[in-house]
C-alpha cells in the first residue's frame, strides 16, 4: 500500500521522536518518498541529521533557510499523498485541534488536503486527561486518523496508556486503512497468464509464446485498487511485485483447469488472460521419443476449455472476463466466444495490429460486452492497459 507513496512524517517534542527513526526507516523500506518536518522542540530529542541521512532528503524545521528564503509550507502539503505526525505531543495535538500554527509543521498539516495520521505520545495521566482526550475527539471530527496510543512501560518510569503506537504497528494502521479506502477492497479476483506447456515426452513439450505480462499486469493493478488476488500462472520468466498476491504456478492445461476451479469459487472477479493449449498429445511418452523414420504422427486430444467451464458455473454476483486473440473477423469471433463461453466481457486483441498480442510490452484492445457494446482503446503499455481494464470492472461493479 505504501509503495511509491509521497509522505511527509511530522516529528513533534516527544521521547518517542526515537521511535520515528525506525518509522522512517520502514516507510522507506516499503517503498515509500519520506520528507520529515520536525517542530523546532522535536530536535532536543533526535538530531536532524539522523532523519535526514535516512530519508534522503533534506529536514525541514523552520519557515525561513539560512540564505533567506522561506520553506513554501503549502508545497509540501500538495506534494504529499499523505501526512503523518508521530510523535504527536500533547502540545502539537493541541494546536492542531484548535487551529493554532506557530511552526513549519503545523502549517504544513493546515495547508494539507490529503489523509493526515496522528500517533498521540504523552505520559499517562497527561493521556488520560480530559483536554486530551476532547482533543483527540476533535481531531477525529476533522476526519483525522488517530493511530491509538499502547500501553506499556512510559519514559517517566510510570506503567500505562499513552506511549506512541510501535512502528510495526503504525504501518500496520496505514497498510489497513489505505486498503479499506480502495475501490476493490474485500473483492476476490482471480487472474490465469501465461501459456500451457503439454508434454510430448520427458524433454518435449506443446506450448506457445505467451510471456505472461499482461496477465501479471492485470493481477497487479487489481492488488493495487484493494482486491485479494490469486494468480494461476503457466511457466513464466516474470514474477510479481505485489508480495500480496497469491500466485500458483501451473504447467498444462489441466493443472490450470484444477486451480482454477477450486479458486473460482468464491473470486468476485475472473480475468482469464492464459494462453491455453487448446489440445494435448494423446498420450505423453514415459521415455524420449527416439529419432525413427521421415516423419512422425502425434495424436492430440482436446483440453478443457477452463472459462467454458466457468462461465457454467458462474453465479450472478460474478464477473466472468475472457480474452480472446484473433487474426481475422475479430469482433464477430470475440463476440461468439463471449456467448458461448458465458463471459460478462470480453478482450479483444488483434494479431493484425503492430505492438499487440503476446510477448510485447504493448498491447490495443477493444472490450465488448454481453450487450454487444465495444470501447476502443490506445496501443499503451500493458501496465496501462490493466489499468484501463481494472477502470472497466470497477465501472462494472458498481452498476
Ligand atoms: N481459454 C480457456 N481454456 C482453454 C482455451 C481458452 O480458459 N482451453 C480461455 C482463454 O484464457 C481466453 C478465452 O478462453 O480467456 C479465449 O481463448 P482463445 O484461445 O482466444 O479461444 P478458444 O476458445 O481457444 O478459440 P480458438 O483458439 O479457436 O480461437
Known amino acids: 500500500m505504501l509503495q ?5 512524517l511530522g516529528v513533534s517534542g516527544s521521547i518517542a521522536a526515537y521511535k520515528a527513526v525506525f518509522l522512517l526507516r520502514l516507510l522507506t523500506k516499503a517503498g515509500a518518498e519520506v520528507k520529515v518536518i520536525m517542530t523546532p522542540s522535536a530536535k532536543d530529542f533526535v538530531a536532524p541529521l539522523t532523519f535526514s541521512a535516512l530519508s534522503n532528503n533534506p529536514v525541514l524545521i523552520d519557515f525561513s533557510t539560512p540564505d533567506g528564503s522561506w520553506n513554501n ?23 492542531l485541534a484548535l487551529g493554532l500554527c506557530d511552526n513549519l509543521l503545523l502549517a504544513t498539516l493546515f495547508s494539507a488536503s490529503c489523509p493526515i495520521y496522528i500517533a498521540p505520545a504523552m505520559d499517562r495521566e497527561m493521556y488520560s486527561s480530559e ?48 486498503a479499506k479506502g480502495l475501490p476493490l477492497y474485500g473483492k476476490k479476483a482471480l487472474v490465469t497468464a501465461g501459456p500451457t506447456y503439454e508434454a510430448i515426452d520427458p524433454v518435449r513439450f506443446i506450448g506457445n509464446h505467451s510471456s505472461g505480462k499482461m496477465g501479471f499486469a492485470i493481477a497487479e493493478e487489481l492488488a493495487k485498487q484493494g482486491a485479494s488476488v490469486t494468480l494461476v500462472h503457466g511457466p513464466v520468466k516474470i514474477s510479481t511485485a505485489n508480495t500480496s498476491i497469491k500466485t500458483i504456478a501451473v504447467t498444462s492445461a489441466r493443472e490450470m483447469y484444477d486451480a482454477s476451479v477450486t479458486a473460482f469459487n468464491g473470486s468476485d472477479i475472473t480475468v482469464m488472460s492464459a494462453a491455453v493449449a487448446d489440445y ?5 511418452a514415459k521415455e524420449k521419443i527416439k529419432k525413427s523414420g521421415d516423419s512422425i504422427q502425434l495424436e492430440l486430444v482436446q483440453n478443457p476449455d477452463i472459462i467454458a467451464e466457468l462461465g457454467k458455473k458462474k453465479k450472478a454476483n460474478q464477473l466472468l472476463i475472457g480474452f480472446a486473440l484473433e487474426t481475422n473477423d475479430e469482433v464477430k469471433n470475440a463476440s461468439v466466444k463471449l456467448k458461448k463461453k458465458n463471459l460478462d ?16 510490452d504493448t498491447n490495443k484492445i477493444t472490450i465488448i460486452d454481453k450487450r454487444n457494446k465495444t470501447t476502443n482503446f490506445e496501443l499503451k503499455p500493458k501496465i496501462e492497459v490493466a489499468a484501463d481494464i481494472v477502470t472497466y470492472i470497477i465501472a462494472c461493479l458498481k452498476k
Open 280 to 284: 494435448k498429445p494423446a498420450t505423453t
Open 131 to 178: 483536554s486530551i482526550k476532547k482533543n483527540i475527539a476533535l481531531l477525529t471530527k476533522q476526519n483525522r486518523f488517530i493511530i491509538p496510543s499502547e500501553e506499556g512501560e512510559l519514559a517517566s518510569g510510570l506503567h500505562g496508556e499513552g506511549r506512541m503506537a510501535e512502528p510495526e504497528n503504525i504501518i500496520r494502521f496505514l497498510n489497513e486503512t489505505i
Open 345 to 360: 466481457a470480453i478482450i479483444l486483441n488483434s494479431m493484425r495490429t503492430k505492438g499487440a498480442g503476446p510477448g510485447g
Open 4 to 8: 511509491g507513496k509521497k509522505i511527509v
Open 73 to 95: 509550507h503549502v508545497e509540501f502539503a500538495n506534494w504529499a499523498d499523505l501526512i503523518i505526525l508521530a510523535p504527536a505531543s500533547a502540545n502539537s495535538i493541541g494546536k
